[in-house]
């Protein structure tokens, strides 16, 4: 039990069929104390929100908000081993999403037909789904968007590996295809299952990742058509993203979709905040761009879960939206380069230096944080947080005001993973390889999701480029929400292997390399 990274068996706080830790990690006097002051915040934060009437009607009404009593547990995992500047990064991003998780359930429940019924709440909100760029938001302050199917869908596989299980097997009772994404057939199994929160004027949904994510959308509309009458709008972005032809197209999808809005809440678009949303934009794309650059060097400094997740919820899903953000990507940033000018490093010793790529596996997050906790691999970025790098227009004049509806259709063209899955093999398979070359990589983490027929189609062509690069490529399969197909301790053996028999290398922390969390948190 000391401070010093990597001085502590890590794999002994698990404990076979127990779904929370035998103790806290004891992080030294300082460390500890910040650790437990901002578990104190974060306890704090779901007290403030659980205390309202309505928010606890709605945790007895709907059966995935049972999940959100496991925060704590999640925060834990994702902070494991780390100390000091890390540390206080992590703290930094998970708290203020948690708090906006917050704020956005509490405003879903709101204006829910079922829970709070506020009917006039209700006329400000636009529904936009979880896959969606909320850069036709930008120009609305005087609305809500919000999404149902991140706080019912994506973030209860952050916080519980089994949560979405249910939601799977309703939608395949209902005749959905066993075969499609986890992702998008959880998201309609909340819908079939009526377990979605019924409110807004209207709503936005995007052609975002793949046919799968269409399916469940198809299914997902019509009930908020027909039943709930709500009217839905689908803005169809262009596949050939990077092609300029399809520009004046995709900037045309973004004029209906404001008119869209307007038309169905009666307000009106108001180029002062967007322009204001802009400049928040263009600071997180400089502050990203900024780690990356360190991340290039031999002290990364913003990478694995603390890049990942924050840059999720950041670049998508706020979109500029929230001044919060804005405040935390300096401190970011001021932490980032404080540990870089001390040459500090989040482990005792990186190893490896990789690039993660294809769609994660969510319901195992913390995966990066293992990688470089037991075996030295230091995940420098991942193709998640690879999106737009390009800034946007942010000082208000005719010209720009044109520009704007380029600008948020390039967001919406390059929002998560969409601009790696469309765009054809350049954007998923070239620029993966002149990646590895800017961040001196020598190591490849290939998500291969059963599921995803877009990427798994170009598996040989990624072995074939990774031989002619000398660069090592380990392939790790999962079905992604569902860990009934590859357990988490399925998706470690898979690196486990690969390090022991083609690396001829021993773990960092033994402990950690085969752990009893399978009913953990």
Request: aromatic letters at 10%; charged letters at 30%.
């Amino acid at each position: 039990m000391a401070k010093k990274i990597g001085s502590e068996a890590l794999g002994r706080f698990y404990k076979e069929g127990s779904k929370v830790r035998t103790r806290r990690e004891w992080r030294g006097v300082k460390d500890t104390a910040y650790d437990f002051s901002r578990w104190l915040v974060i306890m704090g934060t779901l007290g403030k929100f659980i205390i309202k009437p309505r928010n606890m009607k709605a945790m007895l009404r709907y059966r995935w908000m049972a999940n959100y009593l496991a925060v704590p547990m999640m925060v834990d995992r994702h902070t494991q081993g780390l100390r000091g500047e890390y540390l206080r990064m992590c703290h930094a991003e998970q708290d203020l999403i948690i708090d906006d998780v917050a704020k956005l359930l509490d405003k879903l429940f709101k204006g829910d037909r079922r829970i709070g019924n506020d009917e006039e709440f209700s006329k400000k909100v636009v529904l936009v789904d979880e896959n969606e760029m909320t850069a036709v938001m930008m120009g609305f302050p005087m609305l809500e968007a919000l999404s149902r199917e991140t706080p019912s869908t994506y973030v209860p596989v952050l916080l519980n590996q089994h949560s979405m299980e249910y939601y799977m097997d309703i939608a395949e009772e209902f005749g959905l295809a066993p075969d499609v994404c986890p992702m998008p057939e959880a998201e309609a199994g909340v819908s079939i299952n009526d377990d979605a929160p019924v409110l807004g004027a209207c709503a936005i949904q995007c052609n975002t990742t793949c046919d799968g994510s269409l399916l469940g959308n198809g299914v997902i509309s019509k009930r908020l058509e027909l039943e709930d009458g709500i009217p839905v709008f689908q803005l169809a972005a262009p596949l050939r993203h990077r092609e300029d032809d399809v520009q004046e197209y995709a900037a045309q999808e973004i004029r209906n979709a404001i008119a869209f809005i307007e038309k169905h809440t009666g307000a009106k678009w108001d180029w002062d905040a967007y322009f204001e949303c802009a400049k928040r934009v263009n600071l997180a794309t400089r502050c990203r761009q900024e780690w990356l650059d360190m991340n290039k060097t031999d002290y990364p400094q913003v990478f694995g879960s603390n890049l990942a997740l924050y840059t999720e919820t950041n670049y998508m899903a706020i979109c500029g939206r929230v001044p919060a953000f804005a405040k935390v990507d300096r401190k970011l940033t001021k932490l980032a380069e404080q540990a870089y000018k001390k040459k500090k490093m989040m482990a005792k010793e990186y190893r490896h230096r990789a690039i993660i790529w294809g769609v994660q596996s969510h319901y195992y997050f913390d995966f990066l944080l293992w990688l470089v906790n037991c075996w030295g691999i230091a995940p420098l970025t991942d193709m998640l947080s690879m999106v737009s790098t390009k800034e946007i227009a942010e000082v208000d004049t005719p010209e720009n005001r044109e520009q704007a509806y380029y600008d948020m259709a390039w967001l919406t063209e390059n929002m998560i993973m969409r601009n790696r899955t469309h765009g054809g093999y350049k954007v998923l398979l070239d620029e993966l390889w002149d990646f590895v070359e800017e961040f001196n990589a020598d190591m490849v983490i290939l998500w291969e999701h059963m599921s995803c027929k877009a990427l798994d189609g170009m598996h040989g062509m990624f072995e074939d480029r990774a031989r002619e690069k000398g660069v090592n490529l380990v392939w790790v399969e999962h079905d992604l929400f569902d860990p009934r197909i590859i357990s988490r301790q399925g998706v470690r053996d898979q690196i486990n292997n690969y390090m022991r028999t083609v690396m001829r290398e021993e773990p960092l922390d033994p402990s950690l390399e085969v752990l009893p969390d399978d009913q953990s948190w």
